[in-house]
């Protein structure tokens, strides 16, 4: 098997960080994750690839400098974590999530957030049944909180109230809040913006620019979220395809 490289900030200008590096259209978001990974490396962040051309990763954090609105105080969240295509079903994802529990050894567990059903954008919650771990809380409307124990008297962790309701304070039209912690974003979210103009569809883009923004954000998926009328619709990123699929529906539905 392939080797494992960590992300460091003397190394990440020559490394390729697995997203996106074919995409030349998200080149500058691919830039941005970079930017964004630099300010995050002295938090604890943690990004591990196998040295292979293809989306084979795992991101982790101590949950307290985490982007996402939880309450885990000593465990360690998995943030992002991505075995694609020919990779799957060969021991990648294991040998990922062991490095993991090596980097967390000392505290009281791991956690991550994933979905009641397979959903883009959220790891897949059965591999981590299939190592372990157990569910602890859940929020609207399909997100579910998983964590893996390190110690006998470790509390479970827990998403914060803010993010339980999938709601948001902007009421009128489609609100998109983002993050560069993935390098589709800022594209898609300008090919978002552009497709609400031509439909003379009221938006609202925030970028939660601040891990302060992301730990009080309304569902806890920080990365991309879209709303419609304070309603949480998707962290499906949207292109015309998907805004047709998730958000069309409901205009129709509005009369919109």
């Keep these: 098997m392939e080797t494992i490289t960590q992300l460091t900030a003397s ?10 590096f074919s995409d030349k259209k998200c080149a500058a978001g691919y830039q941005a994750k ?36 939880i309450d885990a105080p000593g465990y360690m969240l998995i943030n992002c974590f991505w075995v694609s295509g020919q990779y799957k ?12 529990l090596k980097d967390a050894k000392g505290m009281k567990g791991i956690a991550v957030v994933t979905s009641s059903k397979k ?7 059965q591999f981590f049944i299939k190592n372990g771990f157990k569910k602890c809380d859940e929020a609207a409307p399909w997100f579910e909180l998983y964590y893996l124990p390190l ?7 827990g998403f914060k109230a803010c993010a339980k309701n999938a709601t948001s304070d902007v009421k009128a039209g489609l609100s998109v809040y983002y993050t560069n912690a993935c390098p589709f974003t800022e594209f898609y979210v300008k090919e978002l913006e552009q497709i609400a103009k031509q439909r003379q569809l009221p938006i609202t883009i925030v970028p939660l620019s601040t891990r ?7 569902i806890p998926h920080t990365i991309y979220s ?18 047709a699929k998730f958000v069309q529906p409901l205009l129709e539905r509005k009369g919109g």
Excluded: M
Excluded at 95 to 100: K, T, Y
Excluded at 212 to 218: D, G, K, L, P
């Design 11 to 20: 190394n990440i200008a020559a490394e390729h960080i697995c997203c996106a």
């Design 34 to 69: 970079k930017e964004w990974l630099l300010q995050q490396f002295d938090e604890g962040y943690v990004f591990k690839k196998f040295d292979i051309r293809g989306k084979v990763f795992i991101e982790y954090v101590p949950a307290e400098k985490a982007w996402v609105p």
């Design 89 to 100: 079903d060969k021991g990648y994802g294991k040998a990922l999530l062991q490095e993991c």
């Design 119 to 125: 959903q883009p954008f959220l790891s897949d919650k």
């Design 151 to 157: 110690t006998d008297d470790a509390p479970a962790p």
């Design 212 to 218: 302060e923004q992301a730990q009080n954000h309304f």
């Design 226 to 243: 879209v709303f419609y009328q304070g309603k949480f619709v998707t962290q499906n990123i949207l292109n015309e395809n998907y805004f």
